[in-house]
Protein backbone atom coordinates (compact mmCIF):
# COMPACT_ATOMS: atom_id res chain seq x y z
CA UNK A 1 0.00 0.00 0.00
CA UNK A 2 3.23 2.58 0.74
CA UNK A 3 4.49 1.66 -2.26
CA UNK A 4 1.84 2.35 -4.12
CA UNK A 5 1.62 5.91 -2.65
CA UNK A 6 5.14 6.93 -3.01
CA UNK A 7 4.44 6.50 -6.46
CA UNK A 8 1.54 8.72 -7.21
CA UNK A 9 1.53 11.78 -4.11
CA UNK A 10 3.90 13.73 -2.63
CA UNK A 11 6.48 12.47 -0.10
CA UNK A 12 4.55 14.84 2.47
CA UNK A 13 1.14 13.64 2.18
CA UNK A 14 2.73 9.99 2.12
CA UNK A 15 4.30 10.66 5.91
CA UNK A 16 0.74 12.16 7.15
CA UNK A 17 -0.98 9.12 5.91
CA UNK A 18 1.73 6.97 8.03
CA UNK A 19 1.07 9.10 10.95
CA UNK A 20 -2.49 8.65 10.72
CA UNK A 21 -2.32 5.30 10.13
CA UNK A 22 -0.19 5.03 13.45
CA UNK A 23 -2.16 6.96 15.48
CA UNK A 24 -5.01 4.59 14.54
CA UNK A 25 -3.17 1.28 15.25
CA UNK A 26 -3.31 0.33 11.65
CA UNK A 27 0.93 0.61 12.03
CA UNK A 28 3.24 -0.44 14.67
CA UNK A 29 5.96 1.45 16.06
CA UNK A 30 8.65 -0.40 14.23
CA UNK A 31 7.08 -0.21 10.61
CA UNK A 32 6.11 3.43 11.27
CA UNK A 33 10.21 4.27 12.10
CA UNK A 34 11.08 2.07 9.05
CA UNK A 35 9.06 3.64 6.48
CA UNK A 36 9.41 7.15 8.05
CA UNK A 37 13.38 6.66 7.52
CA UNK A 38 12.60 4.88 3.53
CA UNK A 39 10.78 8.51 2.86
CA UNK A 40 13.08 10.54 4.78
CA UNK A 41 16.32 8.60 2.39
CA UNK A 42 13.60 9.07 -0.93
CA UNK A 43 13.69 13.76 0.19
CA UNK A 44 16.81 13.76 0.63
CA UNK A 45 17.84 11.79 -2.62
CA UNK A 46 15.35 13.60 -4.87
CA UNK A 47 16.96 17.17 -3.07
CA UNK A 48 20.59 16.20 -3.85
CA UNK A 49 19.55 15.85 -7.68
CA UNK A 50 16.68 18.31 -8.16
CA UNK A 51 17.57 20.93 -11.03
CA UNK A 52 17.13 24.61 -11.19
CA UNK A 53 13.70 25.47 -12.33
CA UNK A 54 14.06 26.94 -16.08
CA UNK A 55 12.47 30.79 -16.84
CA UNK A 56 9.56 28.74 -19.08
CA UNK A 57 9.01 26.56 -15.59
CA UNK A 58 9.26 29.47 -13.06
CA UNK A 59 6.95 31.94 -15.41
CA UNK A 60 4.25 29.05 -15.24
CA UNK A 61 4.26 28.64 -11.80
CA UNK A 62 4.14 32.44 -11.38
CA UNK A 63 1.32 32.77 -14.27
CA UNK A 64 -1.04 30.10 -12.26
CA UNK A 65 -0.84 32.24 -9.31
CA UNK A 66 -1.59 35.31 -10.95
CA UNK A 67 -4.69 33.24 -12.60
CA UNK A 68 -6.02 32.98 -8.69
CA UNK A 69 -4.70 29.08 -8.18
CA UNK A 70 -3.26 27.89 -4.79
CA UNK A 71 -0.34 26.97 -3.72
CA UNK A 72 -1.23 23.15 -3.35
CA UNK A 73 -3.00 22.93 -6.85
CA UNK A 74 -0.24 24.03 -8.55
CA UNK A 75 2.52 21.91 -6.94
CA UNK A 76 -0.10 19.18 -7.72
CA UNK A 77 -0.53 20.10 -11.62
CA UNK A 78 2.98 21.15 -12.32
CA UNK A 79 4.20 18.06 -10.22
CA UNK A 80 6.25 20.30 -8.22
CA UNK A 81 7.10 20.44 -4.80
CA UNK A 82 4.75 22.89 -2.58
CA UNK A 83 7.97 24.82 -0.77
CA UNK A 84 9.28 24.93 -4.30
CA UNK A 85 5.97 26.69 -5.76
CA UNK A 86 5.95 28.83 -2.49
CA UNK A 87 9.57 30.05 -2.73
CA UNK A 88 9.03 31.15 -6.35
CA UNK A 89 5.43 33.28 -5.28
CA UNK A 90 6.88 34.91 -2.81
CA UNK A 91 10.16 35.71 -4.41
CA UNK A 92 8.39 37.26 -7.55
CA UNK A 93 5.18 38.83 -4.89
CA UNK A 94 7.70 41.08 -2.76
CA UNK A 95 10.57 41.48 -5.00
CA UNK A 96 9.24 40.86 -8.66
CA UNK A 97 11.82 38.71 -8.83
CA UNK A 98 11.69 36.55 -12.14
CA UNK A 99 14.94 34.76 -12.32
CA UNK A 100 16.71 32.97 -9.89
CA UNK A 101 18.88 35.08 -7.75
CA UNK A 102 22.34 34.94 -8.76
CA UNK A 103 25.45 33.27 -6.69
CA UNK A 104 28.35 34.93 -5.89
CA UNK A 105 30.36 31.48 -5.26
CA UNK A 106 34.09 32.03 -5.23
CA UNK A 107 35.64 35.48 -5.30
CA UNK A 108 37.85 35.27 -8.56
CA UNK A 109 41.52 35.40 -7.71
CA UNK A 110 42.20 37.58 -11.17
CA UNK A 111 40.40 41.02 -10.67
CA UNK A 112 39.79 43.23 -13.08
CA UNK A 113 42.92 45.59 -12.63
CA UNK A 114 45.04 41.85 -12.54
CA UNK A 115 43.55 41.28 -16.09
CA UNK A 116 44.56 44.34 -17.67
CA UNK A 117 48.39 43.93 -16.49
CA UNK A 118 48.04 40.50 -17.70
CA UNK A 119 46.73 42.03 -21.20
CA UNK A 120 49.76 44.21 -21.30
CA UNK A 121 52.06 41.37 -20.55
CA UNK A 122 50.82 39.43 -23.67
CA UNK A 123 50.81 42.36 -25.54
CA UNK A 124 54.07 43.55 -24.92
CA UNK A 125 55.51 40.40 -26.52
CA UNK A 126 53.07 37.87 -28.49
CA UNK A 127 55.70 34.82 -28.43
CA UNK A 128 56.42 34.85 -25.06
CA UNK A 129 55.40 31.71 -22.99
CA UNK A 130 53.19 30.71 -19.91
CA UNK A 131 55.57 30.26 -17.78
CA UNK A 132 57.35 33.62 -18.53
CA UNK A 133 54.03 35.66 -18.13
CA UNK A 134 53.47 33.91 -14.61
CA UNK A 135 57.11 35.11 -13.77
CA UNK A 136 56.66 38.60 -15.08
CA UNK A 137 52.95 38.91 -12.97
CA UNK A 138 54.66 39.77 -9.55
CA UNK A 139 50.88 41.26 -8.70
CA UNK A 140 49.54 37.93 -6.58
CA UNK A 141 50.78 34.04 -6.94
CA UNK A 142 48.16 32.54 -9.39
CA UNK A 143 48.94 29.11 -10.96
CA UNK A 144 49.67 28.32 -14.27
CA UNK A 145 46.18 26.62 -14.50
CA UNK A 146 44.66 29.74 -13.16
CA UNK A 147 46.49 31.92 -15.66
CA UNK A 148 45.72 29.74 -18.45
CA UNK A 149 42.24 29.84 -18.22
CA UNK A 150 41.86 33.16 -17.15
CA UNK A 151 43.84 34.26 -21.25
CA UNK A 152 41.36 32.13 -22.55
CA UNK A 153 38.46 33.98 -20.30
CA UNK A 154 39.46 37.28 -22.21
CA UNK A 155 39.91 35.92 -25.81
CA UNK A 156 43.65 34.84 -25.68
CA UNK A 157 44.93 31.54 -27.09
CA UNK A 158 47.97 29.92 -27.91
CA UNK A 159 48.43 29.56 -31.75
CA UNK A 160 50.98 28.94 -34.10
CA UNK A 161 52.84 31.74 -35.39
CA UNK A 162 51.89 32.66 -39.47
CA UNK A 163 55.04 33.33 -41.06
CA UNK A 164 55.24 36.13 -43.35
CA UNK A 165 58.18 38.14 -44.29
CA UNK A 166 58.87 41.24 -42.59
CA UNK A 167 57.81 44.55 -44.29
CA UNK A 168 59.73 47.49 -42.93
CA UNK A 169 57.66 50.91 -43.41
CA UNK A 170 58.85 52.02 -45.98
CA UNK A 171 58.19 48.82 -48.13
CA UNK A 172 54.92 48.62 -46.62
CA UNK A 173 54.22 52.07 -48.16
CA UNK A 174 55.25 51.36 -51.93
CA UNK A 175 53.37 48.49 -51.55
CA UNK A 176 49.85 50.19 -50.87
CA UNK A 177 50.87 52.63 -53.47
CA UNK A 178 51.38 49.13 -56.43
CA UNK A 179 48.14 47.94 -54.85
CA UNK A 180 46.23 50.98 -55.77
CA UNK A 181 47.85 51.62 -59.21
CA UNK A 182 46.22 47.75 -59.65
CA UNK A 183 43.15 47.64 -58.02
CA UNK A 184 41.18 48.00 -61.21
CA UNK A 185 42.96 45.05 -63.49
CA UNK A 186 41.33 42.05 -64.22
CA UNK A 187 42.18 40.69 -67.49
CA UNK A 188 45.89 42.30 -67.33
CA UNK A 189 46.65 39.50 -65.21
CA UNK A 190 46.08 36.91 -67.32
CA UNK A 191 49.21 38.26 -69.50
CA UNK A 192 51.85 37.43 -66.66
CA UNK A 193 54.50 35.18 -66.30
CA UNK A 194 54.72 34.34 -62.34
CA UNK A 195 58.25 33.51 -61.81
CA UNK A 196 60.06 32.78 -58.50
CA UNK A 197 63.34 30.26 -57.03
CA UNK A 198 62.18 28.05 -54.29
CA UNK A 199 64.34 25.56 -52.17
CA UNK A 200 62.97 22.62 -51.30
CA UNK A 201 64.82 20.72 -48.49
CA UNK A 202 65.49 16.95 -48.23
CA UNK A 203 64.79 16.70 -44.37
CA UNK A 204 62.09 19.41 -43.36
CA UNK A 205 61.70 20.46 -39.44
CA UNK A 206 58.47 21.58 -37.65
CA UNK A 207 59.89 25.38 -36.83
CA UNK A 208 56.66 26.28 -35.70
CA UNK A 209 56.74 29.08 -33.17
CA UNK A 210 53.53 29.70 -30.80
CA UNK A 211 52.12 33.22 -30.20
CA UNK A 212 49.18 34.58 -27.92
CA UNK A 213 46.42 36.09 -29.83
CA UNK A 214 42.78 36.38 -30.42
CA UNK A 215 40.93 35.18 -33.60
CA UNK A 216 40.58 38.04 -35.45
CA UNK A 217 44.71 38.81 -34.71
CA UNK A 218 46.28 36.27 -36.49
CA UNK A 219 47.30 38.43 -39.38
CA UNK A 220 48.56 41.23 -37.31
CA UNK A 221 52.00 42.63 -37.21
CA UNK A 222 52.75 41.68 -34.27
CA UNK A 223 51.31 37.98 -34.46
CA UNK A 224 53.59 37.18 -37.20
CA UNK A 225 56.13 34.87 -37.37
CA UNK A 226 59.17 36.62 -39.73
CA UNK A 227 61.06 34.07 -42.15
CA UNK A 228 64.20 33.18 -42.64
CA UNK A 229 66.47 31.74 -44.74
CA UNK A 230 67.07 27.81 -43.94
CA UNK A 231 70.61 26.25 -44.21
CA UNK A 232 69.36 22.98 -44.84
CA UNK A 233 70.37 20.44 -47.86
CA UNK A 234 68.23 20.46 -50.71
CA UNK A 235 67.20 21.71 -54.21
CA UNK A 236 66.73 24.88 -55.24
CA UNK A 237 64.86 25.17 -58.56
CA UNK A 238 63.55 28.35 -61.04
CA UNK A 239 59.77 28.10 -62.17
CA UNK A 240 57.06 30.20 -64.15
CA UNK A 241 53.87 30.14 -65.27
CA UNK A 242 50.65 31.85 -66.67
CA UNK A 243 47.17 31.42 -66.32
CA UNK A 244 47.36 29.51 -69.65
CA UNK A 245 50.10 26.81 -68.61
CA UNK A 246 52.38 25.80 -66.86
CA UNK A 247 56.31 26.84 -67.90
CA UNK A 248 59.59 25.04 -67.31
CA UNK A 249 60.72 23.92 -63.95
CA UNK A 250 64.60 24.15 -63.82
CA UNK A 251 67.59 23.18 -61.40
CA UNK A 252 69.72 25.32 -59.76
CA UNK A 253 72.96 24.55 -58.93
CA UNK A 254 75.17 26.06 -55.78
CA UNK A 255 75.28 29.40 -55.68
CA UNK A 256 73.36 31.54 -59.09
CA UNK A 257 75.13 34.34 -60.36
CA UNK A 258 73.55 37.30 -62.97
CA UNK A 259 75.28 35.38 -65.81
CA UNK A 260 73.60 32.05 -64.69
CA UNK A 261 70.18 33.59 -64.15
CA UNK A 262 70.49 35.28 -68.02
CA UNK A 263 71.48 31.87 -69.23
CA UNK A 264 68.39 30.41 -67.40
CA UNK A 265 65.92 33.21 -69.12
CA UNK A 266 67.83 32.33 -72.36
CA UNK A 267 67.15 28.84 -72.07
CA UNK A 268 64.31 28.60 -70.80
CA UNK A 269 61.95 31.80 -70.33
CA UNK A 270 62.38 33.09 -74.06
CA UNK A 271 61.32 29.57 -75.59
CA UNK A 272 58.49 29.41 -73.06
CA UNK A 273 57.51 33.16 -74.34
CA UNK A 274 57.61 32.14 -77.72
CA UNK A 275 55.04 28.99 -77.12
CA UNK A 276 52.61 31.34 -75.78
CA UNK A 277 49.46 32.55 -78.03
CA UNK A 278 49.74 36.20 -76.61
CA UNK A 279 53.19 36.27 -76.56
CA UNK A 280 53.44 40.12 -77.58
CA UNK A 281 51.71 41.10 -74.15
CA UNK A 282 53.24 39.11 -72.38
CA UNK A 283 54.77 40.36 -69.47
CA UNK A 284 57.10 38.99 -66.95
CA UNK A 285 57.18 39.58 -63.10
CA UNK A 286 60.10 38.31 -61.02
CA UNK A 287 61.21 39.97 -57.20
CA UNK A 288 63.90 42.25 -56.20
CA UNK A 289 66.36 39.29 -55.60
CA UNK A 290 70.10 41.09 -56.60
CA UNK A 291 70.43 38.42 -59.68
CA UNK A 292 67.68 39.75 -61.00
CA UNK A 293 67.97 43.54 -60.92
CA UNK A 294 72.19 43.33 -61.86
CA UNK A 295 72.89 46.08 -64.40
CA UNK A 296 73.83 42.82 -67.26
CA UNK A 297 70.57 41.12 -66.31
CA UNK A 298 68.39 44.58 -66.88
CA UNK A 299 70.19 44.98 -69.90
CA UNK A 300 70.40 41.41 -71.46
CA UNK A 301 66.36 41.51 -71.10
CA UNK A 302 65.83 45.05 -72.56
CA UNK A 303 67.60 43.76 -75.79
CA UNK A 304 65.45 40.51 -75.83
CA UNK A 305 62.42 42.94 -75.24
CA UNK A 306 61.29 41.15 -72.45
CA UNK A 307 58.69 43.94 -70.55
CA UNK A 308 59.10 43.21 -66.50
CA UNK A 309 56.34 43.78 -64.18
CA UNK A 310 57.79 46.50 -61.64
CA UNK A 311 57.09 44.84 -57.87
CA UNK A 312 57.62 46.12 -54.48
CA UNK A 313 60.30 44.54 -52.11
CA UNK A 314 58.78 42.11 -49.60
CA UNK A 315 56.16 41.10 -51.16
CA UNK A 316 55.92 37.29 -51.99
CA UNK A 317 52.09 37.23 -50.68
CA UNK A 318 51.35 38.79 -54.05
CA UNK A 319 53.07 36.34 -55.94
CA UNK A 320 50.70 33.43 -57.06
CA UNK A 321 53.51 30.95 -57.41
CA UNK A 322 53.99 30.75 -53.81
CA UNK A 323 50.98 29.04 -53.95
CA UNK A 324 52.28 26.58 -56.27
CA UNK A 325 55.84 26.07 -54.40
CA UNK A 326 52.99 25.39 -51.12
CA UNK A 327 50.73 22.72 -53.61
CA UNK A 328 54.26 21.06 -55.04
CA UNK A 329 55.90 21.11 -51.13
CA UNK A 330 52.40 18.81 -50.22
CA UNK A 331 52.87 16.87 -53.06
CA UNK A 332 56.55 16.18 -52.34
CA UNK A 333 55.59 14.75 -48.46
CA UNK A 334 53.05 13.02 -49.35
CA UNK A 335 54.92 10.74 -52.09
CA UNK A 336 55.18 7.14 -50.94
CA UNK A 337 57.91 6.24 -50.82
CA UNK A 338 60.04 9.84 -49.45
CA UNK A 339 62.95 11.00 -50.97
CA UNK A 340 66.27 9.58 -49.45
CA UNK A 341 68.57 11.88 -51.96
CA UNK A 342 68.47 15.10 -54.04
CA UNK A 343 68.31 13.05 -56.97
CA UNK A 344 65.25 11.44 -56.17
CA UNK A 345 63.59 14.74 -54.91
CA UNK A 346 64.68 16.35 -58.29
CA UNK A 347 63.00 13.31 -60.04
CA UNK A 348 60.10 13.54 -57.92
CA UNK A 349 59.52 17.89 -58.47
CA UNK A 350 59.79 17.34 -62.20
CA UNK A 351 56.99 14.84 -61.92
CA UNK A 352 54.59 16.21 -59.62
CA UNK A 353 55.15 19.54 -61.16
CA UNK A 354 53.65 18.76 -64.45
CA UNK A 355 51.01 16.87 -62.35
CA UNK A 356 49.44 20.11 -61.05
CA UNK A 357 45.91 20.72 -62.09
CA UNK A 358 45.36 23.47 -64.24
CA UNK A 359 42.13 24.49 -62.05
CA UNK A 360 44.50 25.06 -59.53
CA UNK A 361 47.33 27.79 -61.51
CA UNK A 362 43.88 29.43 -63.34
CA UNK A 363 42.18 29.85 -60.02
CA UNK A 364 45.50 30.80 -58.43
CA UNK A 365 45.53 34.10 -61.12
CA UNK A 366 42.23 34.61 -60.92
CA UNK A 367 42.42 35.33 -57.11
CA UNK A 368 45.03 37.88 -57.88
CA UNK A 369 41.76 41.05 -57.56
CA UNK A 370 40.82 40.07 -54.22
CA UNK A 371 45.01 39.79 -53.35
CA UNK A 372 45.30 43.13 -54.19
CA UNK A 373 41.83 44.21 -52.06
CA UNK A 374 43.34 42.29 -49.26
CA UNK A 375 47.06 44.32 -49.62
CA UNK A 376 44.88 47.49 -49.51
CA UNK A 377 42.79 46.48 -46.57
CA UNK A 378 45.72 46.04 -44.68
CA UNK A 379 47.64 49.34 -45.86
CA UNK A 380 50.31 47.46 -47.35
CA UNK A 381 51.06 44.52 -44.34
CA UNK A 382 51.09 41.36 -45.14
CA UNK A 383 48.24 39.49 -46.16
CA UNK A 384 46.36 35.87 -45.67
CA UNK A 385 47.61 35.38 -49.01
Known amino acids: MAEKLVNVQPIEILHKQLCYQY????????????????LLTIAN?????????TLFERGEIIGAWKCGLSEPIIAAH???????VHRVIVAYRDCQQEKPPTRTGRPKKITSRDSRSIKRLV??????????IKEDF???????????????????????????PLVTERNRTKRLCWAKERQGWSSEWDCIIWSDESKFELFRGDGRRWVWRRPHERYDVDCLIPTMKSGQDGV?????????????????????????????????????????????????QEDNAPIHTARIVKSWKEENNITCLPWPAQSPDMNPIEHL?????????????????????????????????????QNLVNSMPNGIAAVIQSKGNPTKY
Not at 45 to 53: I, K, N
Not at 329 to 350: A, C, M, T, V, Y
Open 23 to 38: AKRELSFFAFINLTIC
Open 45 to 53: MASSSRSEL
Open 78 to 84: LNRAPAT
Open 123 to 132: KKSRRTSLKE
Open 138 to 164: TVKKVSSNTLRSHLHEIGFHGRVGVRK
Open 236 to 284: MVWGCFTKDGLGPLVRLNGKVTAKDYINVLKDHLVPYINSLENKENIIF
Open 325 to 361: WDELERRIWSHDPLPKNKEELWEILQTEWHNINASIY
